[in-house]
């Protein structure tokens, strides 16, 4: 029959069709059978499954045709209305309904709990995964709310199942069958009997569903339990898995053996918890159940904690598995909070565990050595010795060196203040004997050339020299003491030495009053030139001029530009205007272009005198 099944293909509504997988078994079931398939072609209508995803097809191979009918519409309704179904979502149908294409789910909750059952914290997973379903079953009240025709849940360990991502669902859905009426002892009880409340069972008038839902999620919790009681003792899991009679607690035979007695019982009216043994609490044999499951769930031996946590777990069970409905969590929510309590207490606990176990056992860290230990560790000594012995030689070798800089350094230091010594004692000298000679030397020419002389030029570049070669060999960090102020205190040396009526600067220098065009100044107009670039060196550029080319003229019809730079008069009443003058002392005024004014001295001019001008900076004074 299976080796016909992957031969075969199916057509679905959509036109898609689907092929099984070879490597997946076929799932039987009580009514039906689930097929792993897939399909090459492209999503079709609803068939939104991208191409070569794995599916399920769930095929009815007997039972109740209507019931199947209802449960399909079911599923079919969860599809099309909830965007995130509690359900596998509905694809395609085959074979005219017969056949639903879903999504597909490897474990139910009944193979999942065999795998991780013996697992560390596996009853963290277990709380957990059970919290989880509580919801599921809660998102499937609310689509309940909207329709009538909607069917009951079929809760049992091996309908919920687990997709690929790890998402529980619901996949049962429908009334129980009963073939008990009343006067009528019978032991055929077609409904899943180790899951079914009492008043369902009985047909009691105002069942809750709610709470028959709670009910069935206690007796699943508790089937659980005694999957992990028969692994530790070594018992192996029947076939009829938790379904069979080997997993039907105590609980529910008693609500059995009453049914079998007098199925009719509540028929048409409110169940009775009198009329039951036990109705608060679970019989011994199940609370016995419970203790010996949590049997070594701490990883060691936990008396006392293992006792808590049976205490935490009956307390649990005996309000979820209550006879009575209105005892019960109101509804499968407060029941799935419960849950995710107790699995924080039991993570928690495992947590502070571990933290004891680490106090007493704390992890050493070690380290291997290759080779004696007391020899390396010699050794280690003696390059350690060695190393610090190096260290203070090098450091002696340093502290030298710094004693030796600094003595050049100050030695570079007291050689640059006699070179600057030296440099302003020629320059007071140059000063002295410009003054001796403009003093001395009467006017010859109507020019006013201020020009200095170059005498000592050649011990001032000589020590200008050495002062450069002593600094490039102490370097930018010679000294404390600032070039400047080694030239202030020369020149304060020097002209303190000077003797009493030594001539000053004048702040003007007064021409012949005769002035006419001398023919040799064309001559002298080289000389000038280069002289004036000398002293204008830094302000403003005068051009060379040749020979035989009179220097600028500056005339008493205004003024001129010499390379860049403007002369003018300055009388007694400000500006000379072009062609204005009255005879008298004029003070020629000489600017770079967008510069300050600098005063380059007095002339004595008559009407009509033209005055030849030598555009040097020599011996300007700034005018603010």
């Known amino acids: 029959m299976e080796d016909d099944s992957k031969k075969k293909r199916w057509t679905g509504q959509t036109g898609r069709r689907y092929t099984p997988i070879a490597e997946e078994s076929c799932r039987q079931g009580e009514h039906v059978t689930v097929h792993a398939v897939s399909s090459a072609d492209a999503p079709l209508g609803r068939s939104i499954a991208s191409a070569g995803t794995r599916l399920a097809l769930k095929l009815r191979t007997g039972g109740d045709e209507d019931a199947w009918s209802l449960e399909s519409q079911n599923l079919q309704a969860l599809s099309r209305t909830v965007a995130t179904p509690p359900s596998p979502r509905i694809y395609d149908q085959v074979d005219e309904g017969a056949g639903l294409v879903m999504e597909w789910c490897p474990l139910d909750l009944e193979s999942w709990w065999a795998g991780v059952m013996d697992a560390p914290e596996c009853f963290r997973a277990l709380f957990q995964s059970r919290s989880e379903i509580c919801r599921r079953v809660s998102e499937y009240r609310t689509f309940t709310r909207e329709r009538e025709d909607a069917l009951p849940i079929v809760l049992r360990p091996s309908t919920v199942l687990r997709r690929g991502d790890g998402r529980w669902l619901l996949s049962r859905f429908g009334h129980p069958a009963r073939v008990a009426t009343e006067g009528i002892v019978t032991k055929i009880i077609a409904a899943p009997e180790n899951f079914t409340s009492p008043e369902v069972l009985f047909d009691a008038a105002a069942a809750s569903q709610p709470a028959a839902e709670c009910w069935s999620l206690g007796c699943m919790l508790l089937s659980l339990l005694q999957m992990r009681v028969f692994s530790r003792d070594g018992v192996p899991m029947p076939a009829t898995g938790t379904c069979g009679h080997h997993f039907r607690s105590h609980r529910v035979n008693l609500v059995n053996d009453l049914y079998q007695r007098k199925p009719g019982l509540f028929a048409g009216r409110a169940l009775d918890p009198r009329q039951f043994l036990y109705p608060d609490r679970l019989p011994e044999p199940d609370r016995k159940l419970v203790e010996k499951s949590v049997e070594g769930i701490f990883g060691t031996p936990q008396p006392e904690l293992e006792a808590q946590l ?118 007071c000298l140059q000063v002295t004997l410009y003054y001796q000679q403009r003093i001395s030397e009467p006017p010859s020419t109507a020019a006013a050339a201020l020009v200095i002389p170059d005498a000592g030029a050649g011990a001032a570049q000589a020590l200008a020299e050495d002062a450069a070669a002593v600094d490039a060999a102490a370097g930018p960090d010679s000294g404390d003491v600032s070039e400047e102020v080694l030239a202030e205190e020369s020149l304060e040396e020097v002209v303190a030495a000077e003797p009493a009526g030594a001539p000053v600067e004048p702040s003007s220098v007064e021409a012949a009053p005769e002035v006419a065009p001398d023919p040799s100044a064309a001559a002298s107009g080289e000389a000038l030139s280069s002289a004036a670039q000398a002293a204008a060196d830094g302000i403003v550029s005068v051009p060379e001029l040749s020979a035989g080319e009179p220097p600028g003229l500056i005339t008493s019809t205004g003024s001129i530009s010499v390379a860049g730079a403007t002369a003018w008069l300055m ?38 005198d033209a005055i030849q001008f030598n555009c040097g900076f020599g011996t300007c004074k700034q005018i603010q």
Not at 360 to 375: A, E, L
Not at 580 to 606: C, D, I, K
């Open 310 to 427: 049976s205490r935490r777990l009956l307390q649990l069970l005996d309000k979820a598995l209550s006879i009575d409905p209105a005892v019960r969590h109101a509804d499968t929510v407060e029941l799935g909070n419960d849950l995710e309590q107790l699995g924080r207490w039991y993570r928690e606990t495992l947590q502070g565990i571990a933290l004891a176990q680490a106090e007493k056992n704390p992890v050493v860290q070690t380290q291997v050595f290759k080779g004696p230990i007391r020899s390396r560790t010699d050794e280690a000594l003696d390059e350690m010795k060695t190393s610090i012995k190096d260290f203070g030689e090098i450091l002696q070798e340093l502290r030298a060196q710094q004693d030796v800089l600094s003595e050049q350094l100050q030695s570079a230091a007291q050689s640059r203040r006699v070179l600057w010594l030296g440099l302003g004692l020629v320059a």
């Open 571 to 608: 009388g007694p009443e400000g500006r000379v205007s072009p062609g204005v003058h009255e005879p008298g002392a004029y003070e020629v005024f000489v600017a770079q272009e967008g510069g300050a004014p600098y005063s380059l001295g007095t002339v004595q001019l008559a009407a009509g």
